[in-house]
Structure formats: structure tokens, C-alpha cells
């Protein structure tokens, strides 16, 4: 049975008045927060006076704070004021924590209070923006916050790019003081993701299932990365995409990892330049990847190792750190996950004479019609090749297209001739590009009426799970493949490949039907 870390679960509380805080504050105890904080700045001025109340009705254990620069009504002076008040009330009530900016910890009139508090415990917090953050400008910034008498820092932490966690990482992990670090915007969610990993005190959810920039949502720390388990010894995987959000990878790893007992969580990871991002994340914790767009490509030369199918596609979309040496080894598994979605669909159709499936491809000399070039599309170009087809590609970049064409000796046709293609009946139609993909849902690469040439039509889109082009696909009468076919088989290829062979395949396939 795996052990509770006791890394604290806080959901910032901004409402206008008591009623709000209230009534939210039981929410978060709904979702699973374990102290909330009051942010008293964000409540309206003739609503000040409600503080008092407001800490001696917590049904939740609190963290009463009062942020200079999120003051909603007050002007700077009155905001002050108003905020050493609300400090100094909090603590003469003795509320679990009360957190304060570094500058109003070190005004001398906060000191004796400071001095004299019975059990609440201090956060002092300070922003670290307008500079990109290093281990030694944190530590220095952290050994000076302390002098303050802080029993915890917090960090509110501003960055360009997911490298620029990285220090905060290793400061996190080797600080003498409980710290907390927060950084707020969409490229920062492994912030709060890993933070139990890495020995922080608190990290922070939002209320009501939604995720902002930067902040998972409570429901999602608690159900789905349940981080609570989380210790120094689990193993970081995640999916290195721009962008990155739609995908369902955490919802189908992390409950899989349980289900298996291995120690290891599935984070989403928007990264910029993933030559940089290895550059950066070298150490060991960080045990695998999955690859999404546009990255498939430059992933191959991220490498240190490719497997020959990959390599001979071109595009990596898992990526293994061998625990032995530390070396990078890349895989496809989205070629077979694809190709036998599609293959299977086929044979449930195709039977021979005697009653008998056909043991050979039932991709093996059929025109295989492609939309898109790109990570996916070279792992359906080179697959339907190995089985055989005859492939024809349309790419929006032609010159994509005829380059990925020369290398699976196939055809490429100029974009605006996809409307129009019908050499013969009978095709099969594969779309690998992003079209129809939420939020553009409503779009589709065919029109409807050119999609009667084809037996068979494929969407490696899988948000949604029935994209515009598979509906409109078999209401013309063509057998459909949806992307969530082939998400499910390339997810459990990778989850092979990060644990070594664990591969639970009717688990996960009960996840997706589940939760797709
Ligand atoms: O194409 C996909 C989908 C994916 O990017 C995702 O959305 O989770 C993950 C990739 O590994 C895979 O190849």
C-alpha cells in the first residue's frame, strides 16, 4: 500500500464577499483542499470589515493573506494599511498560516507581531519576475526572505519557458526551509505537478474542475495524479507537445500506473524548443516521454539511440532514458498503433471464400490516400508502405508532401486536388493532419461527397472522438477508424516502454471507453 506524503493541497479562494468565501470555501472542501487560502485582498472594500468573521467560521484550516498588488478596491496607501490590519488581525485570531509579501514582513511594524504570534505559522512570499531564475539568485533571495522569521518562502514565480523550472526544481530539492513555489502560466504546470516530488511544502488547485494557466485543477491533483502519493523516488514522465492541453495522456497513464503499482506519473509538458528541453532536464527522474506536435521530428535528433523502424520514418513519438546509462532511446509506436487500427477494421470486414480472414495485409495493394506530413503522417506513410499500398499524399506544404512521397515511393499531388481525387472506388483515406481538431471541430479536410471513393476513412485526430470527417465518412457508407483507436495502441506501446513490459491492455482499454 503506497504511503500519503504530507505536502499540503491549497485552493486560492478570490471572492468579493463573505457569503462567496464561504460558500466556496466548501466547495474546496468538497474537491479536496486541505487549507484554503483567503485571498482578503480580492474581497470588495465594505467587505473588509467581514474578516473577522470570515477566519472564525473556517470550516477549513486557512492561510489568510492579503496580496499589495491584487488589491481590487483600495488605493496604494489605504491598501497598505488595510493590509497590516488584516495581518495583524489574522494573527491575534491565530489562523493556521497567515502569508505576507517579503516587504511588508520586513516593515518594522509587522516585527512585533511577528515576534509575538502564538501558533500560526508564516509565509513570506515574494515575486521572482523581470529576472530568469538560477539556483543562486533563488538561494540568495530565499536566505534573505528568511531573515524575516519565516517559518515558509514562497515563491511566486513568473517564467518564459519550462527550462526555466529547472532551478526551482533543484532548489526545491535541496532547501533547508519549506518552501513553496508557485509559477503561475501555461507552461508551468509541472510547477504544481511535481512540486511533491521535489520537497515542496504546498501546491496549489483551482476550484470547480477548471485548470487556468499554470494550475491544475483540485479534482485533477486528487483523482487523476493523485499527489498525494507522490515521493522522491517517482518517476516523471510526460508528454512534450505544443500544445498540449487537449491531450488525454495524464487521464490514461497516471490511473494506469496505480493500476500496475508502479511509481511513476504522467505530466503535460508544453515545450518550446525540445532540443533545449534535454538540454536541460538531464537527470535520471525524468524516465520517459511521449511526443506530440510539432516535436515528432526533431525528436529523432534529440536522441541517442532510434530505433530502426523510427529512424526510418523520421519520427520519434516515445522517448525511453535508459536507467543503465542514462542514454535517450527513441521509438514509434504510433506507425503500429495506426496501421493495425486500420488493418483490424478491414478484417472485420474482408473474409475470404471459406469463412476464413485473410492472413495477408488487407492494406496490401490498395491506394492509401494521406492528409498531412508531418510526425503522424510519416508513421502512416512508412506503415502502409511496409504493408504494401500504393500512397498518394497531400500535404498543405508540398514540398513536405513530395519529400515524405520520395521516401515511401509514392505520389504527392498539390493540396487542391484532394477534392477531386477518385482514380478508383474503394480507397482507404488516412487524415494525419491537426484539421478538425478541437476547437476546430466543425472543420474537415474532404467534403462529404468526395468521401464516397473510399472503403475506409482513418482520423489519427482524436479530440473529438467522432471528428466532422469520420460522421460525415459513415453517413456515405465507409467503414470509420476513430484517432482514439489509435490513441489507446500508441499509449500502451509507450507504457511498455516506460515500465520495461508492464501492458495492461484491458485496463486501458476500459479507460478510454470510459473516459473518452
Ligand atoms: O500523437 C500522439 C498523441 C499524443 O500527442 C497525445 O496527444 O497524447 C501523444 C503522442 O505520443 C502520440 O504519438
Known amino acids: 500500500m503506497a504511503v500519503k506524503n504530507n505536502v499540503l493541497v491549497c485552493t486560492p479562494l478570490e471572492c468579493e464577499t463573505l457569503e462567496e468565501m464561504m460558500a466556496s470555501m466548501e466547495k474546496a472542501k468538497e474537491e479536496g483542499a486541505d487549507p484554503v487560502e483567503l485571498c482578503i485582498a480580492s474581497m470588495a472594500c465594505s467587505h473588509i470589515s467581514d474578516v473577522d468573521k470570515l477566519i472564525k467560521q473556517r470550516t477549513l484550516p486557512a492561510i489568510v493573506s492579503f496580496r499589495l498588488k491584487s488589491s481590487r478596491t483600495l488605493s496604494n496607501g489605504g491598501c497598505y494599511n488595510t493590509c497590516l490590519k488584516v495581518l495583524k488581525r489574522a494573527l491575534e485570531l491565530d489562523v493556521e498560516f497567515v502569508e505576507m509579501d517579503y516587504e511588508v514582513a520586513s516593515d518594522a511594524n509587522m516585527t512585533e507581531y511577528?515576534?509575538?504570534?502564538?501558533?500560526?505559522?508564516?509565509?513570506v512570499s515574494s515575486y521572482v519576475n523581470g529576472w530568469k531564475p538560477s539556483t543562486e539568485k533563488l538561494a540568495d533571495l530565499i536566505a534573505r526572505m528568511q531573515a524575516t522569521g519565516a517559518d515558509v518562502i514562497k515563491l511566486d514565480i513568473c517564467v518564459d519557458y519550462i527550462t526555466d523550472l529547472a532551478p526551482v526544481f533543484t532548489i526545491l530539492t535541496h532547501s533547508q526551509v519549506q518552501l513553496i513555489a508557485m509559477a503561475a502560466g501555461s507552461r508551468d504546470l509541472i510547477s504544481q505537478l511535481l512540486g511533491p516530488k521535489f520537497g515542496g511544502f504546498l501546491v496549489y488547485g483551482s476550484l470547480g474542475g477548471k485548470s487556468i494557466p499554470g494550475l491544475p485543477s483540485l479534482l485533477s491533483l486528487r483523482q487523476v495524479y493523485k499527489i498525494e502519493y507522490m515521493n522522491a523516488d517517482t518517476k516523471v514522465f510526460g508528454l512534450?507537445?505544443?500544445?498540449?492541453?487537449?491531450?488525454?495522456?495524464?487521464?490514461?497513464?497516471?490511473?494506469?500506473?496505480r493500476y500496475t503499482g508502479y511509481n511513476g506519473i504522467y505530466v503535460p509538458m508544453l515545450v518550446d524548443d525540445i532540443k533545449e528541453f534535454?538540454?536541460?532536464?538531464?537527470?535520471?527522474?525524468?524516465?520517459?516521454?511521449?511526443?506530440?506536435?510539432?516535436?515528432?521530428?526533431?525528436?529523432v535528433t534529440c536522441c541517442d539511440e532510434v530505433h530502426p523502424l523510427a529512424k526510418s520514418i523520421g519520427a520519434v513519438n516515445t522517448i525511453v532514458r535508459r536507467p543503465m546509462d542514462g542514454k535517450l532511446i527513441g521509438y514509434n509506436t504510433d506507425c503500429e498503433a495506426s496501421i493495425s487500427a486500420i488493418e483490424d477494421a478491414l478484417r472485420g470486414r474482408q473474409v475470404s471464400k471459406n469463412g476464413v480472414p485473410h492472413s495477408a495485409s488487407p492494406i496490401a495493394g490498395?491506394?492509401?490516400?494521406?492528409?498531412?506530413?508531418?510526425?503522424?503522417?510519416?508513421?502512416?506513410?512508412?506503415?502502409?508502405?511496409?504493408?504494401?499500398?500504393?500512397?498518394?499524399?497531400?500535404?498543405?506544404?508540398?514540398?513536405?508532401?513530395?519529400?515524405?512521397?520520395?521516401?515511401?515511393?509514392?505520389?504527392?499531388?498539390?493540396?487542391?486536388?484532394?477534392?477531386?481525387?477518385?482514380?478508383?472506388?474503394?480507397?482507404?483515406?488516412?487524415?494525419?493532419?491537426?484539421?478538425?481538431?478541437?476547437?476546430?471541430?466543425?472543420?474537415?479536410?474532404?467534403?462529404?461527397?468526395?468521401?464516397?471513393?473510399?472503403?475506409?476513412?482513418?482520423d489519427a485526430v482524436?479530440?473529438?472522438?467522432?471528428?466532422?470527417?469520420?460522421?460525415?465518412?459513415?453517413?456515405?457508407?465507409?467503414?470509420?477508424?476513430?484517432?482514439?483507436?489509435?490513441?489507446a495502441r500508441q499509449a500502451l506501446g509507450q507504457f511498455r516502454l516506460f515500465t520495461s513490459g508492464l501492458a495492461p491492455e484491458d485496463f486501458m482499454r476500459k479507460l478510454v471507453m470510459e473516459q473518452f
Open 240 to 257: 512534450i507537445s505544443n500544445p498540449v492541453a487537449h491531450s488525454k495522456g495524464p487521464i490514461l497513464h497516471n490511473p494506469t500506473f
Open 462 to 487: 482524436y479530440t473529438p472522438r467522432n471528428t466532422r470527417l469520420l460522421k460525415e465518412a459513415a453517413e456515405v457508407g465507409a467503414i470509420v477508424v476513430s484517432g482514439v483507436e489509435m490513441f
Open 366 to 458: 490498395r491506394t492509401f490516400v494521406l492528409i498531412g506530413a508531418g510526425g503522424a503522417g510519416r508513421a502512416l506513410a512508412f506503415g502502409a508502405k511496409l504493408k504494401g499500398a500504393r500512397i498518394v499524399i497531400f500535404n498543405r506544404n508540398y514540398k513536405r508532401a513530395k519529400a515524405l512521397a520520395k521516401a515511401v515511393s509514392g505520389e504527392a499531388l498539390p493540396y487542391e486536388f484532394l477534392e477531386k481525387f477518385c482514380p478508383e472506388k474503394g480507397m482507404i483515406l488516412a487524415n494525419a493532419s491537426a484539421i478538425g481538431m478541437e476547437p476546430n471541430s466543425h472543420q474537415s479536410p474532404v467534403p462529404k461527397e468526395a468521401l464516397r471513393a473510399y472503403e475506409l476513412v482513418f
Open 114 to 123: 511577528l515576534y509575538n504570534r502564538s501558533n500560526s505559522r508564516i509565509i
Open 278 to 299: 534535454f538540454e536541460t532536464y538531464t537527470g535520471s527522474d525524468f524516465a520517459g516521454f511521449s511526443v506530440g506536435i510539432p516535436h515528432k521530428e526533431a525528436a
